[in-house]
């Protein structure tokens, strides 16, 4: 007999692993967890739940695309000299900026940017289709020598960009003339992106290799050029036409300008369903063999893949899921949202404001309809409870499966706890692992809603045949198949604010192998949230009898 069952009670604490969906639920680590959706690990070791996600409003009204029926997207930001500070937002064939204290759209460009960057105190757009220029106080001024561009970036006073996917240019790094801006000059030729004989300033990367450049990003002395296939690095001195372009990966790059994201000293790279940290010229993956990235199909994603960051944590969207990884812990979690937002930027901050960083996303969903929520902007606060907005979301986690150190002797768990906050009412399931020698029957129990925000039960419509090809529906000799769970309700009592406590959790079993799943409710605001989970505690010991027909 172990000594775990002769200690009779056992606390499950400190998931510090975090989500590690990889392996198999018997045989990842006892501090991972099989599940764990809409939580995410502190640095004391609980798991609380995450920020919300609410749609942006200018009073009452919601912001949405400056286009009717048009999507929109985030391409940048833009800071004018008096520290009025805009999104830069592109629509189906207009560039737009969106002021974050007036919330008004402003149209600085009749033609879809590529991508954005600032110098000067001026907007500097480039685009696939149309030679590329600047915006300021509401003048447009076309670059008549830039060339057609995918992306655009401000380094040591040049502008660098490169080419259009498709094209000949696919694989052209692109710089413009030096400025001779200061204190005792004026502003010259940056603007310029060819030489005395119109020739441009460039340099190309394995011309006609089948790869091409997908996003560009600065360095600590270099441009690092990522393309779908490979990572590039060039530098030079006091000449880029004198530079070195070196190859720093020849196995790894970037699916798509979304997939490579710049946080302090490291850029965080996601390409064939890994997200990888790139620093200091090396490639670390972050989640192989700890999380898998699936696929959610409910819906028509615009695009299949992007990182952003928030707060402390990168936020990876993949065809419809989303994932987060958190810097601080280095673990993983789930987000369940139904607002399908998918790619989330940093708004500019005055140095003497006292506000929260805020985050601008945009929706993933390309099934839409003009007005609907999925063209909105939406918002995001680094804080699990906001007074900004709000968003209900069901917390949830599954533990991995334990056999407390003893598979092949029986237990018996007399009741079990959770040390929750919460302010809602809490369902707790546990699952003896068992093959059962007859399909079991579903329960009136499991059909019914246990509570008003009880999600996980069966409709009418659930059951029944809707069309003659419908391979999910149930018959009155066989309704459903079961959970096999033995699930409990934990009613909170009327409270204004989450409450700590240690639920009991009254369900008796015999068992060899068992696993653990709670569900708790909350909506982002201090009424609700912060939802927290710190341990969970069986009591079990060992149990020397069982029936003839338990397996």
């Known amino acids: 007999m172990s000594d775990v069952i002769r200690?009779?009670?056992?606390?499950?604490?400190?998931?510090?692993?975090?989500?590690?969906?990889?392996?198999?639920?018997?045989?990842?680590?006892?501090?991972?967890?099989?599940?764990?959706?809409?939580?995410?690990?502190?640095?004391?070791g609980a798991l609380t739940s995450r920020p919300p996600i609410w749609v942006e409003k200018n009073g009452s009204t919601p912001i949405v695309t400056p286009v009717a029926g048009q999507s929109m997207d985030i391409i940048g930001t833009y800071t004018?000299?008096?520290?009025?500070?805009?999104?830069?937002?592109?629509?189906?064939?207009?560039?737009?900026?969106?002021?974050?204290?007036?919330?008004?759209?402003?149209?600085?460009?009749?033609?879809?940017?590529?991508?954005?960057?600032q110098y000067d105190n001026k907007l500097v757009l480039c685009s696939t289709i149309q030679r590329g220029g600047y915006w300021e106080a509401g003048v447009w001024t076309a670059s008549t020598t830039m060339p057609f561009l995918g992306g655009i970036e401000?380094?040591?006073?040049?502008?660098?960009?490169?080419?259009?996917?498709?094209?000949?240019?696919?694989?052209t790094l692109y710089w413009s003339d030096i400025t001779t801006?200061?204190?005792?000059?004026?502003?010259?030729?940056?603007?310029?992106?060819?030489?005395?004989?119109?020739?441009?300033?460039?340099?190309?990367?394995?011309?006609?290799?089948?790869?091409?450049?997908?996003?560009?990003?600065?360095?600590?002395?270099?441009?690092?050029?990522?393309?779908?296939?490979?990572?590039?690095?060039?530098?030079?001195?006091?000449?880029?036409?004198?530079?070195?372009?070196?190859?720093?990966q020849q196995d790894i790059g970037a699916e798509s300008k979304r997939s490579v994201v710049k946080f302090e000293n490291a850029h965080f790279v996601f390409t064939g369903g890994i997200l990888y940290k790139y620093q200091n010229w090396l490639y670390y993956p972050l989640n192989a063999q700890r999380v898998k990235m699936e696929t959610y199909g409910s819906f028509t994603s615009r695009f299949q893949h992007a990182v952003s960051i928030v707060g402390r944590r990168c936020f990876v969207w993949h065809n419809g899921?989303?994932?987060?990884?958190?810097?601080?812990?280095?673990?993983?979690?789930?987000?369940?949202?139904?607002?399908?937002?998918?790619?989330?930027?940093?708004?500019?901050?005055?140095?003497?404001?006292?506000?929260?960083?805020?985050?601008?996303?945009?929706?993933?969903?390309?099934?839409?309809?003009?007005?609907?929520?999925?063209?909105?902007?939406?918002?995001?606060?680094?804080?699990?409870?906001?007074?900004?907005?709000?968003e209900s979301f069901k917390c949830t986690i599954q533990s991995k499966i334990y056999d407390f150190d003893s598979p092949v002797e029986w237990k018996r768990l007399f009741f079990w706890g959770a040390d929750v906050q919460s302010a809602l009412p809490i369902k707790a399931i546990?699952?003896?692992?068992?093959?059962?020698?007859?399909?079991?029957?579903?329960?009136?129990?499991?059909?019914?809603?246990?509570?008003?925000?009880?999600?996980?039960?069966?409709?009418?419509?659930?059951?029944?045949?809707?069309?003659?090809?419908?391979?999910?529906?149930?018959?009155?000799?066989?309704?459903?198949?079961?959970?096999?769970?033995?699930?409990t309700v934990v009613e909170l009592g009327t409270t204004t604010y989450p409450l700590r406590t240690e639920v009991k959790l009254n369900q008796g079993l015999r068992f060899r192998r068992i696993y653990f799943e709670l569900y708790l409710d909350c909506d982002g605001t201090a009424a609700t949230s912060p939802v927290q989970l710190f341990s969970i505690i069986p009591m079990i010991s060992a149990k020397a009898k069982v029936s003839k027909g338990a397996n």
């Open 181 to 248: 801006f200061g204190p005792s000059g004026q502003l010259t030729s940056i603007w310029s992106w060819t030489d005395g004989t119109g020739n441009y300033f460039y340099v190309e990367i394995g011309t006609g290799d089948g790869q091409w450049i997908t996003a560009m990003e600065q360095g600590y002395n270099d441009v690092v050029l990522f393309r779908n296939k490979s990572t590039y690095r060039y530098s030079y001195g006091d000449d880029p036409a004198f530079g070195t372009m070196q190859a720093m």
């Open 7 to 44: 200690q009779r009670s056992v606390s499950l604490k400190q998931f510090s692993g975090g989500l590690n969906n990889y392996w198999d639920q018997s045989s990842i680590a006892d501090n991972e967890l099989s599940m764990l959706i809409n939580m995410e690990l502190t640095t004391t």
């Open 154 to 171: 401000l380094f040591q006073n040049r502008l660098f960009g490169y080419g259009v996917q498709g094209t000949g240019t696919a694989n």
């Open 430 to 487: 546990v699952y003896p692992v068992s093959l059962p020698a007859t399909q079991p029957v579903v329960t009136w129990d499991e059909i019914s809603k246990d509570y008003s925000l009880e999600t996980n039960f069966y409709t009418w419509d659930q059951l029944s045949k809707d069309s003659p090809v419908d391979p999910v529906f149930g018959t009155w000799d066989f309704l459903k198949a079961p959970s096999g769970g033995i699930g």
């Open 321 to 390: 899921a989303t994932y987060s990884y958190n810097l601080d812990t280095e673990t993983w979690s789930e987000w369940e949202t139904t607002t399908n937002a998918a790619y989330f930027v940093e708004a500019p901050r005055k140095s003497e404001e006292t506000e929260e960083t805020r985050y601008y996303g945009i929706s993933g969903n390309a099934a839409v309809v003009p007005g609907a929520s999925d063209f909105a902007l939406w918002r995001i606060e680094d804080k699990a409870v906001s007074t900004n907005g709000s």
């Open 80 to 117: 004018t000299a008096a520290g009025d500070r805009y999104l830069v937002v592109v629509t189906t064939a207009k560039t737009w900026i969106y002021n974050l204290v007036t919330k008004a759209f402003t149209q600085v460009a009749t033609f879809r940017a590529s991508d954005c960057t």
